[in-house]
């Protein structure tokens, strides 16, 4: 155990993560030259198209007869879940800083994640090789943060290799070998310690079932074992042990410190859960008291959606998939809803937009399903007149006006990194989306720390985009839920063909209504297909009317087969197409289809 060092390299998004993670597999020889492509570690290809990194990703490497075991995880707010379990399960970080960019929003984030942990932190600097690298800069900005020594910053380049050897010796002389927790004794005389593995991951296998990853804190877990997790209480065999190389590779056995995968055999992905502790069935051991680890907390989704299959019959397969990505994100909720509009689904809680995106684009690709997404909300706390307090994830459960004595909604701790220079058009911004300035914070004469209290809504649709916007690309975000507080909002109907879209259906600001009103039905305007009629846009509140469009219809030209004669039989035919047109609309047949895509750019919007 003594020549294990487990770390995990933290950053702020597209500060070369991935990249110095190919370079120390190249240098330990993990991945053969002729396989070694870029972002190996990123193993969706969403990931590789995107440039970020969406799932953390665990890799043994052998250096200087060292076990060297890295997890590389995401830099994206919407992820921070998955860099949490990734520090629960190593002893170090390293702290990678873009040499261009300097410190992030999300760089603070994670590094106060890996302080709550008590990690050893690496600092160091990427991109050295860049034109627009200031080291000197950025080096006095890690030395104010963390009250480092100079020379304890590395600089290196994850694309060239500079400096990558450096860090895999700092590793292993700066990051302690795994400590022994208090072990238990087996309760069964003359087997040592009892094995407690953490569970800090899962993925599903269609032929071995869900295969768990694991940090072995205790013991010791042999191939063909039989296995207990304690949380659930079900019981298996481990058909497989191993590391990842980083493909799965069999070693029969995983011993205290090392990280590793069981193969479970579970069918049923719920019985596998992130932050269950698995230990060693055995029915004169079962129920003796192994004392489980300390798990994970239970994320709180602030973003929700309903995901419905296009095709009903789709429902099955729909609730298979989420269920298997639920294993795989473990940030993800999700439980049943029925729609009178759109049939059977489910409401889906995430965190951010991109999280949305993502588990979308994920449906689509990986399980080939075509879906109906709802406009995404957050969670509101309404109280009722008769005393009663419900929690409202969907527009449609949003009571009567005349019932509801208050609303409150989530509002978020919001931090805002940018060059001094933008300060003006991000405080603008920021309290024109209801902002309540705190306080700024200098982290050097020309970069600053902007503080704000903020409602949850107003950042999660288009607030990323436009701070990117106001400050050319430079500030950074993070936010943290903070409290409820009271709101004056009001659902709004969106209205196709004089039929509520319940998809479409939001809980707006009574103020805002009439902007965010025809901003959707613009988009309708642009995105929707030309009917055979003329279609009526609009958007309701309250039965009232605030903004509305119309799609004017695809006119066939009856006319063509004229050729000279009297103008009245052209105006005959013209008549005779508006009233089959105004037929077609009494006759039902007036209803319109809403492309899919047309929800996504309304979300953009």
Request: contains cysteine; aromatic residues 8%; neutral net charge.
């Amino acid at each position: 155990m003594t020549n294990i060092r487990n770390f995990c390299i933290i950053a702020h998004i597209d500060h070369g993560k991935s990249t110095l993670a190919d370079r120390m597999l190249e240098i330990t020889g993990t991945v053969e030259k002729r396989k070694m492509k870029n972002q190996v570690l990123d193993r969706m290809d969403l990931e590789r198209e995107r440039g970020i990194t969406i799932k953390l990703q665990p890799v043994t490497m052998n250096y200087q007869g060292y076990i060297l075991n890295l997890i590389d995880t995401p830099g994206h707010v919407d992820f921070t879940y998955e860099v949490s379990r990734s520090l629960a399960a190593v002893e170090g970080a390293i702290l990678l800083v873009d040499a261009t960019q300097g410190i992030q929003a999300q760089t603070l984030a994670n590094l106060y994640l890996a302080i709550e942990q008590n990690l050893t932190i690496i600092p160091v600097i990427n991109k050295i090789d860049l034109p627009a690298a200031n080291i000197e800069k950025t080096k006095k900005e890690i030395i104010n943060l963390l009250g480092c020594k100079k020379e304890e910053i590395i600089c290196a380049s994850g694309k060239s290799g500079v400096g990558v050897e450096e860090i895999l010796k700092a590793v292993i002389e700066r990051v302690p070998a795994p400590k022994h927790t208090s072990p238990q004794p087996s309760p069964l005389k003359g087997e040592g310690t009892i094995l407690r593995a953490l569970i800090f991951d899962s993925n599903f296998d269609e032929y071995r079932g869900v295969v768990a990853y694991v940090r072995i804190v205790d013991g010791k877990v042999k191939k063909g074992e039989k296995i207990f997790l304690i949380a659930t209480g079900v019981k298996s065999e481990a058909l497989d042990v191993g590391i990842f190389k980083p493909d799965y590779k069999s070693t029969d056995s995983l011993d205290t410190g090392q990280i590793g995968y069981i193969v479970t055999g579970f069918k049923d992905v719920s019985e596998c859960r992130v932050g269950d502790t698995v230990t060693i069935y055995k029915s004169s051991n079962l129920g003796l008291g192994v004392e489980p680890l300390q798990g994970y907390k239970e994320v709180k989704p602030m973003v929700f959606a309903g995901v419905f299959p296009r095709e009903g019959n789709d429902f099955q397969e729909l609730r298979e998939a989420i269920s298997k990505l639920k294993l795989n994100d473990a940030a993800l909720y999700y439980e049943p809803e029925q729609s009178h509009a759109l049939g059977f689904g489910f409401r889906c809680g995430f965190l951010g937009l991109l999280h949305l995106e993502i588990f979308q684009e994920r449906l689509r690709r990986e399980y080939n399903l075509d879906l109906i997404v709802t406009t995404p909300s957050v969670v509101y706390k309404v109280y009722k007149k008769n005393g009663e307090e419900i929690v409202v994830r969907t527009p449609q459960k949003l009571p009567d006006p005349t019932e509801i004595l208050k609303i409150e909604e989530p509002w978020a701790v919001l931090d805002i990194i940018a060059p001094k220079e933008f300060l003006g058009g991000i405080m603008e911004l920021t309290q024109a989306k209801r902002g309540i300035y705190k306080n700024t914070e200098y982290l050097d004469e020309n970069r600053v720390i902007i503080h704000y209290e903020i409602p949850m809504s107003t950042i999660l649709t288009d607030y990323y985009d436009k701070i990117k916007s106001v400050s050319s690309g430079y500030a950074s975000i993070n936010y943290e839920f903070l409290d409820y507080r009271e709101a004056d909002v009001v659902k709004m109907d969106i209205l196709v063909a004089e039929e509520p879209i319940e998809a479409l259906a939001i809980i707006v600001y009574s103020d805002d209504a009439f902007r965010r009103g025809k901003e959707i039905v613009e988009v309708l305007k642009d995105t929707l297909p030309k009917q055979m009629f003329v279609v009526k846009l609009q958007a309701a509140v309250g039965g009232k009317i605030i903004a509305a469009e119309r799609l004017t219809a695809m006119r066939k030209d009856v006319t063509a087969k004229l050729y000279g004669g009297d103008v009245s039989r052209k105006k005959k035919l013209l008549e005779k197409q508006k009233r089959g047109k105004k037929k077609m609309m009494a006759a039902g047949k007036g209803s319109v289809e809403i492309p899919s895509d047309t929800f996504v750019k309304i979300l953009k919007k």
